[in-house]
């Protein structure tokens, strides 16, 4: 296994970057992804506002959403969608199979050189890829967002702190927001791992494989927003159990493989605001 390096990148910007610099990166292809469960309200602005970021980054672009068995309108408006954005490319999963499954499935379609995926909640800017983007360079793998402020209730709030802090300790992981789904990766680093997850706890598996396999970090503060519509499906007493089973078979499972070494920041002062 290859030692995990970590690069820390302070971006405390609160708007989305406007302008880009040379990025080593540029003429590959993008690829961006976003899990949907009941997301009608606001998955056709994120692929709009996905099309118009990757039209500046790369010529080579895909957007992907995994329609996961919503029972709301979200297939209806992506099929609306389809004329509109023709690198547009929609999996449905006929059930409900979980954030982890939509995941994976997002990861095994997505073909371009760099994978970056976010929620269809809305709840993030898909323009501030931009950031990320930026950040990857050739001592880069994943590029990892924090959240710069938690909108979320105080409910929400506690438990997402708790938790970040309980998985990065037990996991050894080298970033302080498992919780931020919002990451950039280069494709070739993927194809290291083998998810199994299907619940949320598919974030620390993500990470703790990237990072065994020699994967290098950098972290860029983004904004978190308020939801605009629905409700978290995160907070149910049956998937906060199911996180918490999952999370508990991976370090089992973790535990009977040969010791690895991880080289932690030695100051994690944005921790504070991946926190909150």
Not at 51 to 76: F, H, K, M, Q, W
Not at 112 to 131: A, C, I, P
Not at 239 to 250: G, K
């Amino acid at each position: 296994m290859g030692t995990c390096r970590i690069f820390f990148l302070f971006n405390q910007l609160r708007g989305p970057a406007t302008t880009l610099g040379m990025n080593p990166f540029e003429n590959q292809g993008i690829t961006v992804f976003f899990p949907a469960f009941n997301d009608a309200p606001t998955i056709a602005a994120l692929v709009r506002n996905a099309a118009d970021i990757l039209s500046r980054l790369t010529s080579d672009p895909e957007i992907i959403v995994v329609n996961d068995g919503s029972r709301d309108s979200t297939a209806e408006v992506l099929e609306g969608l389809l004329p509109e954005v023709p690198f547009l490319r929609v999996v449905t999963h006929e059930t409900n199979k979980g954030y982890g499954a939509a995941l994976r499935s997002g990861f095994k379609v997505a073909t371009k050189d760099l994978v970056f995926y976010t929620d269809g909640d809305g709840q993030y800017d898909v323009r501030e890829l931009e950031r990320l983007y930026q950040a990857m360079s050739d001592g880069v793998d994943v590029v990892n967002g924090y959240k710069l402020n938690r909108a979320d209730g105080l409910h929400r709030k506690l438990l997402g702190g708790i938790y970040a802090r309980f998985t990065r300790k037990l996991f050894r992981l080298p970033i302080v927001d498992v919780d931020c789904d919002f990451r950039l990766i280069r494709k070739s680093a993927l194809d290291s791992v083998d998810l199994k997850t299907c619940s949320g706890a598919i974030c620390v598996e993500l990470v703790d494989q990237l990072a065994s396999s020699g994967a290098r970090f950098a972290e860029v503060g983004v904004n978190h927003y308020p939801r605009v519509a629905g409700r978290s499906q995160f907070l149910s007493p049956s998937r906060v159990l199911r996180t918490i089973v999952d999370v508990a078979t991976l370090w089992f499972a973790r535990s009977r493989k040969p010791s690895i070494r991880r080289i932690l920041p030695s100051s994690m002062e944005n921790a504070r605001a991946a926190d909150k």
